[in-house]
């Protein structure tokens, strides 16, 4: 197996060298299949993960880049193919791809709670983003309108606690407060 793993790197090479080739005698035309070196290379971040038997400490890591690598070669498909203009409301798919690393090393990896955090701050992030810079003018000022209201909401919400409390407070006699 140990054989394996190092003729692994040369199979690599000979593969890229022969598709380099290939470009530049114009058998293939990378201008809209590029994306597939990003892609490949994400896919064996996640092989190298996945297929070993047992995790090395550490190991949870190849699934952040693998996972940014899969996103992002996606949406250069994608681009390749609708054209490179839609980058004006797609490029929160970054900060998404970046999330969604988080996510797969939480789900495959150790279970830290703490890599949800920054994951949902980054999908949640680019969520907004997505919104703010897909809907155009007016869906802006929805989306405007709807964030006052949700601040707005939680304003009274916040002073409805705090009146309640102190009404609880005043209920209490002196005695019972000095318990």
């Known amino acids: 197996m140990g054989s394996n793993r190092r003729a692994f790197p040369g199979w690599i090479l000979v593969i890229i060298g022969v598709l380099l ?83 797969a090393m939480y789900y495959w990896g150790t279970k830290e709670r703490g890599l949800l955090i920054p994951g949902w701050i980054l999908v949640g992030i680019s969520l907004i983003f997505s919104i703010i810079f897909g809907l155009g003018r007016g869906g802006r000022i929805i989306l405007a309108l709807a964030v006052i209201t949700v601040g707005v909401l939680l304003l009274i919400g916040s002073s409805k606690s705090k009146r309640e409390t102190l009404e609880k407070v005043e209920e209490t006699s002196p005695a019972e407060r000095e318990e």
């Open 21 to 103: 080739l290939l470009g530049s005698l114009r058998v293939i035309n990378w201008g809209g299949i590029w994306p597939i070196f990003p892609l490949a290379l994400g896919v064996a971040f996640y092989a190298g993960f996945f297929g070993r038997k047992e995790k090395p400490a550490g190991s949870v890591g190849l699934l952040m880049p693998g996972t940014i690598l899969i996103i992002l070669s996606l949406a250069f498909f994608y681009s390749n193919i609708v054209g490179w203009d839609v980058w004006e409301r797609i490029w929160p798919i970054a900060p998404f791809s970046v999330g969604a690393g988080f996510f």
